[in-house]
């Protein structure tokens, strides 16, 4: 026998999916859609500050070795490390497509040559299962 959810709780978990989007939407000048489209793409030099915030706000530190990345609306939400697998993802976005995403890709791509294979990745989600595209 299935119980139905109670109204109250009902209404509690929508107000606590509002207030999810209204924070990412604070965080990025409120101008994007957390539940969007994001990319996966190879960490730049230029990222390590990015990554760096992702890493304080998930109270890690960013994992040593190349970095894949996603990023959505051209803010960097998580990031895995592609030689033992860490990952760090921002708190405050729904992360969790960006993250399988990112783990199936580092799984994808693994062994010798990593480091000459990492500009052919390029993946791009706005449906709710991530699906390569690798150029």
Known sequence: MTTQPSAPLDAFLRGVDRRSDLRAALLTGGATDPHGPFELRPALDVDREALERVAGRDSSVVPDGPLLLAEAAGVVIAAIGLENRRVVADPFWPTARA??????????????GLAGRLPEIAWTSASSTAAPSVA
């Open 99 to 112: 993250v399988d995403a990112l783990q199936a890709a580092a799984a994808e791509h693994h062994g010798p």
